[in-house]
């Protein structure tokens, strides 16, 4: 046992001990994925160091009864793995606001929710990255939603 705790100390020092490379100062694109109907988000990432950044996301949803948007924020920590291929964790929250009608019954309101957020991403020798990232959202609303939603998606974006 003692082994075992003793290796996953030192493969979690190893991993946060790794140098990462220059991450972009700025990055544009999409975030495609799904979240109870916000499907499709405009991304923007901000480098703050060599292995940090700001990431924001604006997803919306205009469908027949639904109308809806959500804005993100995370703090993120960027890790080399090899080349132009990197991981990344980050924590955050944001907030939104919903309207439905449908038949006659109409309702509105806002939500707010706590995430969290880990993936890979590949940095093309062109300004381009590719990513693909989960990130858990718990909702604090009564009406909206009330629980862990979690949010698979695939990025693209424009470096520069």
Known sequence: MKKIVLSAFMLLGLAFSAQAQDISKNALGLRLGDNDGFGGEISYQRGLGDNNRLELDLGWRNSNDVDAFKLAGLYQWVWN?????????????????????????????????????IGIEYNFDIPLQLSLDIRPELYFNDDYRDDIGPDIALGIRYRW
């Open 81 to 117: 793995i090899d080349g132009g291929f990197n991981w990344y964790a980050g924590v955050g929250g944001g907030l939104g606001s919903w309207s439905y009608d449908h038949g006659g019954n109409k309702d509105s309101g806002s939500f707010f929710f706590a995430a969290g957020d």
